[in-house]
């Protein structure tokens, strides 16, 4: 398998839900629905704050993907900025479940809780493909974000 690590695009936001969707199948956010994903990382990487990465094979097959951001805070208030009126739409259907409401609400939250022991940046999400598991994939995609982190001055 060719190294084949890119920076993540809008384009690469479907194929970047549906691996968060399957890998990460018991999280918050892949209850939210593959339209909220999308919208989600279709944000991630038009963020001042976010960055990811991808590996993908020359046909264009997502296998794996990470995203992080330098400030969790920034990262959801600029990806509500940049797309909120198209992350909300997926949303309208938890209106009228309270513990869906409650959950997002502390999610929001998060940031502004987080104790000043521990950094402002993150990795939000890692997830690798079962077809490429122990091949290498989530330790090039870790290097390539921690190289990313370190050339924004983050330790």
């Not at 199948?25 to 001042?48: E, I, N």
């Not at 097959?61 to 900025?81: P, R």
């Not at 869906?100 to 104790?115: A, D, E, F, L």
Request: hydrophobic share 45%; glycine share 10%; charged share 20%.
């Amino acid at each position: 398998m060719t190294n084949c690590v890119t920076p993540m695009r809008k384009d690469h936001a479907a194929a970047v839900a549906e691996l968060h969707r399957v890998g990460i199948d018991t999280g918050f956010l892949s209850s939210l629905g593959p339209m909220f994903l999308r919208q989600l990382y279709k944000a991630v990487p038009s963020c001042p704050a976010g960055f990811g990465y991808v590996w993908e094979e020359s046909d264009g097959h997502v296998l794996g993907f990470i995203a992080c951001a330098e400030s969790t805070g920034a990262i959801y208030k600029q990806s509500l900025l940049r797309r909120g009126v198209l992350m909300a739409f997926p949303l309208l259907r938890f209106l009228v479940r309270p513990s869906i409401i409650k959950r997002m609400y502390h999610t929001w939250r998060y940031p502004s809780q987080v104790g000043d022991d521990l950094p402002v940046s993150e990795v939000l999400s890692i997830v690798v493909s079962s077809d490429a598991c122990g091949k290498g994939v989530g330790k090039a995609l870790m290097k390539a974000a921690f190289e990313e982190f370190r050339r924004r001055g983050i330790a």
